[in-house]
C-alpha cells in the first residue's frame, strides 16, 4: 500500500499515547483497511496526525455504538468528519512515517 505522508506528530515516539478525544460529526466509510468505520456520535481517541501531503488524515481508534461488540481497531480518518473535544498531551514528536504505518492485510 502507498504511503499517504512521509511524516507524522504524535504524543510520544511510540505513537502509543493518545493526543486528543473527538467526538464524530458524520460516517465514514473507509475505501481501504488502512481506514476505519467511523460513525456519527462515536468517539474517536487520536494517536497520530499526518503531515505535509496527507495532513488531512489522523490515526486512532473509535469507541461505542458500532464496535461495542467487536475489537477496537486503528486506523486512518479524514480529520474533517471530527471535532476534537479534549486535547489530552500534545503532539510534540515528529517522526517519519514507515511502510508498517500504511500496511494493511
Not at 60 to 68: A, K, M, N
Amino acid at each position: 500500500m502507498a504511503k499517504l505522508a512521509g511524516k507524522k506528530y504524535c504524543a510520544d515516539e511510540e505513537c502509543s499515547h493518545p493526543i486528543s478525544i473527538a467526538l464524530a460529526l458524520e460516517d465514514y466509510i473507509p475505501p481501504d483497511c488502512r481506514f476505519i468505520d467511523v460513525r456519527k456520535g462515536q468517539t474517536v481517541f487520536i494517536y497520530s496526525k499526518l503531515k505535509g501531503q496527507g495532513r488531512l488524515f489522523w490515526y486512532g481508534t473509535v469507541q461505542g455504538g458500532y464496535y461495542e461488540e467487536r475489537e477496537a481497531k486503528l486506523g486512518y480518518f479524514p480529520s474533517s468528519i471530527v471535532q476534537e473535544t479534549q486535547v489530552l498531551k500534545e503532539p510534540t514528536e515528529e517522526l517519519p512515517t514507515t511502510n508498517w504505518d500504511f500496511y494493511c492485510e
